[in-house]
């Protein structure tokens, strides 16, 4: 007796959706092939391929859902209008959990997708699992491309996230307004030309997360979750970057909030703002390159800002006398009176001491001071300051 395909991969505990009916052609609708293999659970592989889908995929517990990523790789192309998020980790009954849930290496193409449900991938009540080299691109204006709801002890690993230039896009929405967010990890993301990369918010329920080595381009991070749970406890650490911020890179309007090892190149008006008045405390800036400016509205004593500002300006200190001495200044955003200055010129200095302090917010003074015991005059140069906060 002949023996389907379809059983034969069950026996060796893979189910190739391709034995379901899904053709991965980008013409046919793979919809219910692909829904009947999630249906069954236990571990699914989607060969390269594109697979239109014209509804919702909801994913069950006990699933392993990994794509082949060989050439272009596995697309699913959402093409419908109706309601419904494209790639749906949900259990909608009251009290239950999806849990043991992994999904790896698919790409999700929303650029077809004119959906009205406000997120590509929707993730809510899941206990326990990973999303892990999930891609989604072009999403839709005004829509989220991740949203994380109530989870617990969730990894999303190396996920990326493209918008559309020009039109306003959520990369990934971390919210605890259906329950809270626990345990959850966020290693090593790459988002880039969403108007907010990350927008954290909720309501009283608690937010625990760690955003992990994350690479952001032409979009901010803002955290804006409920004042009133003081368990929410957000950490952005280490190797973390920001390249052409929009207008601030990361925007802290909560408190228990800690930023560690952030670069920013070009960060808009202010790297860093924590600003929320007295809703802003125990947060803490620490360590990184800030190309502009740190700026805590609130001035609380309890937020902490360390890092490095910087500036330059051609100056020509002139002609000077044997104890005499010439003063300029130069602007460095982000610099605080107290913090370490330092100051250094192009040109040699021909034993003429030069001497930076932070006279005042945002500006170092140098200090040309002549104790040869004769005249000297220094050319014109480059004159660069650096302050670590």
């Known amino acids: 007796m002949a023996v389907s395909s379809k059983y034969i991969s069950a026996l060796i505990n893979h189910l190739n959706v391709r034995d379901f009916g899904a053709v991965g052609n980008g013409i ?3 919809t219910a092939a692909l829904q009947a293999v999630l249906n069954l659970g236990g571990h699914i592989v989607m060969p390269d391929g594109l697979y239109k889908t014209t509804a919702p995929l909801l994913f069950k517990s006990n699933t392993r859902f990994v794509g082949e990523a060989r050439g272009a790789g ?3 192309i959402p093409t419908y209008s109706g309601a419904g998020y494209p790639l749906t980790i949900d259990e909608p009954s009251a009290g239950a959990w999806i849990y043991d849930l992994e999904i790896e290496k698919i790409h999700v193409d929303a650029s077809f997708w004119t959906g009205t449900a406000t997120h590509v991938v929707n993730i809510d009540n899941f206990f326990t699992g990973s999303v892990k080299h999930v891609t989604v691109d072009s999403c839709p204006a005004a829509k989220r491309c991740f949203r994380v709801g109530k989870t617990n002890d969730i990894t999303l690993y190396e996920i990326k996230v493209f918008g559309n230039a020009g039109t306003p896009v959520v990369g990934i929405e971390i919210t605890s307004v259906n329950g809270p967010v626990n345990g959850l990890r966020l290693i090593a993301p790459d988002v880039e030309v969403c108007d907010t ?3 954290f918010t909720g309501t009283t329920n608690r937010i625990t997360c760690d955003v992990i080595t994350s690479y952001f381009e032409e979009c901010d991070i803002y955290i804006d979750w409920d004042s009133a749970n003081v368990e929410s406890r957000l950490a952005i650490l280490g190797g973390n970057m920001i390249q052409r911020a929009l ?7 909560q408190s228990n909030c800690s930023v560690i090892g952030l670069a920013t190149n070009s960060a808009g008006t202010y790297s860093v703002d924590i600003d929320g008045a007295a809703t802003s405390r125990n947060c803490h800036v620490i360590g990184g390159n800030l190309r502009a400016a740190v700026r805590d509205t609130a001035r609380l004593l309890s937020t902490n800002t360390t890092g490095n500002a910087a500036g330059s300006k051609t100056f020509d200190p002139g002609s000077l006398a044997d104890g005499v001495q010439q003063l300029t200044d130069v602007t460095a955003p982000g610099a605080a009176v107290g913090s370490f200055a330092q100051a ?12 930076a302090h932070v006279s005042a917010a945002d500006t170092v003074r140098c200090v040309f001071q002549n104790e040869t015991g004769g005249t000297l005059d220094l050319a014109s140069g480059t004159l660069a300051v650096r302050v670590t906060r």
């Open 74 to 76: 596995a697309r699913i």
């Open 197 to 199: 990369g990350i927008l």
């Open 247 to 253: 207008s601030t890179g990361v925007k802290i309007r």
């Open 28 to 30: 046919a609708d793979d």
């Open 344 to 355: 250094s010129f192009t040109n040699d200095l021909l034993g003429i001491d030069l001497h």
